[in-house]
């Protein structure tokens, strides 16, 4: 049976500074190094055939860390551009606190978590979709049908964009959906690659 593994990137220097990211490339904190660390201690139950990657080096370097406590590290790695964290547009290295005193919290809102809504010059979540899945659909889908066990690191936009394909949410379930850093979510899957089991590590 196939499985899919999806970890969020652990804490980076943005995301302690409370800065907007998207395709800032910035580095870890050492707590989101400690925590890529404990999703992999989290998973050492787990062998993987694949993993993903996008390609800034929180998620790379989150993806080292964890193969390297699984001693996995001769796992093959792709890191996709199309596994990047939604492009934020102008916020991108702005003060989230700063930018709801300018702005007010709703228009944050819905610049954060809105399916539709479209930072300024960034993509709206249904634009990230349509990019993560497409990946998904053409390199990752093929393997979990041969039953391979697959490890995916990416971000909290890329991946809540993917979780409502594989979970069937819905936009008002989507736009409440928050990861942590370093959250884990494991899929067992059948080969017609429906979830027989999801849950949280
Ligand atoms: O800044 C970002 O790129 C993302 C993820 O850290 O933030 P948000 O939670 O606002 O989508």
């Known amino acids: 049976m196939g499985f899919l593994v999806l970890v969020r990137h652990g804490q980076s220097v943005a995301n302690l500074a409370n800065v907007f990211t998207g395709w800032l490339d910035v580095a870890l904190t050492p707590q989101g ?6 999703a992999g201690a989290k998973l050492r139950d787990f062998h993987f055939d694949q993993a993903y990657c996008s390609t800034l080096v929180r998620s790379k370097l989150t993806l080292t860390l ?3 406590q699984l001693h996995q590290a001769t796992v093959p790695v792709h890191a996709a ?7 934020y547009g102008s916020l991108q290295g702005l003060n989230k606190a700063e930018t709801i005193r300018r702005y007010g919290q709703p228009q944050v809102d819905r610049w954060r978590r809105g399916y539709e809504d479209a930072p300024p010059d960034g993509e709206t979540l ?3 979709q349509q990019r993560v899945v497409a990946y998904y659909e053409q390199e990752i889908a093929p393997q979990l049908r041969l039953g391979k066990h697959v490890l995916v690191v990416s971000h909290g936009n890329t991946l809540r964009a993917l979780r409502m394909q594989l979970e069937h949410l819905s936009v008002a379930q989507v736009e409440a959906l928050e990861i942590p850093t370093g959250g884990v979510r494991v899929y067992e899957l059948t080969p017609m690659l429906t979830a027989s089991r999801m849950y949280d590590l």
């Open 33 to 38: 190094e400690a925590e890529a660390r404990q």
């Open 66 to 68: 964890i193969l390297e």
């Open 81 to 87: 551009d199309a596994l990047r964290e939604r492009m």
């Open 126 to 128: 249904h634009h990230t």
